[in-house]
């Protein structure tokens, strides 16, 4: 079976504060994902990767960065936290079919 | 970014009902994907469709591959409780990356 973990669960963070959500999957994936999820919005992409140090961004880059160091590691930066970066952000992985981790609920206070 | 038109938006129904949502779009996709997403938890692949025409069964989860690959629906028979979520259609056309496009989602509610 597929496997893809996230760092957290739950964040809480201050407005201002650098955020790290790590995401790793354990099936050799060359593609991962970054999303965020929001009422009414659906999912929306932050950024993606297709091989290792290769990042493309998604529909929603503005405010994050991210880094792919290792295969399976994907991480999601917010340098500067903001409050409108509330929301469910979820990672996924794939080669041809996407599979999801289980999501990072943040909030930004 | 674009996304797929689907219906219903939500759905409230008596336990032991058939369910039937559907998803369009103007373009065209070489993959269908139907994903299932609990409360506070990531999208879970129910059924992945990868031929025009194709019908593929899960259990009591029946979906199909539109003959002209611009839409598909997901069909749940005779619903249990446990079906309640959020059901998310993607089309995925083969390019770098491998890209979903997302279906707004239909929010299923079951009765007991």
């Known amino acids: 079976d597929v496997k893809v973990t996230q760092s957290s669960r739950y964040l809480v963070k201050r407005t201002g504060e650098k955020v790290f959500l790590e995401c790793v999957q354990d099936?050799?994936?060359?593609?991962m994902f970054w999303y965020r999820q929001d009422p009414g919005l659906g999912l929306r992409l932050i950024y993606f990767?297709?091989?290792?140090?290769?990042?493309e961004k998604g529909d929603i880059p503005e405010g994050y960065s991210v880094s792919r160091e290792k295969k399976e590691r994907f991480s999601l930066i917010l340098e500067s936290a903001s409050t409108n970066q509330t929301s469910m952000y979820l990672c996924?992985?794939?080669?041809?079919?996407?599979?999801f981790g289980p999501g990072t609920r943040l909030l930004v206070l | 970014g674009q996304q797929l038109n689907q219906s219903p938006q939500s759905m409230f129904i008596q336990e032991g009902e058939d369910v039937s949502m559907n998803c369009t779009s103007s373009?065209?996709?070489?993959?269908w994907l139907w994903y299932k997403q609990d409360p506070g938890e990531g999208p879970v692949l129910l059924i992945a469709?990868?031929?025009?025409?194709e019908l593929t069964s899960n259990g009591r989860l029946t979906a199909q591959f539109g003959i002209t690959r611009k839409d598909s629906f997901l069909n749940i028979s005779a619903s249990i409780p446990s079906d309640v979520g959020i059901y998310f259609c993607?089309?995925?056309?083969?390019?770098?990356?491998?890209?979903?496009?997302f279906g707004g989602g239909t929010r299923l509610m079951v009765k007991p």
């Open positions: 996924a992985s794939s080669e041809e079919t996407q599979y």
């Open positions: 099936m050799d994936h060359e593609n």
């Open positions: 990767s297709y091989d290792v140090k290769m990042k």
């Open positions: 373009s065209i996709f070489n993959t």
């Open positions: 469709l990868y031929k025009a025409g």
């Open positions: 993607a089309g995925q056309f083969y390019n770098a990356g491998n890209m979903l496009t």
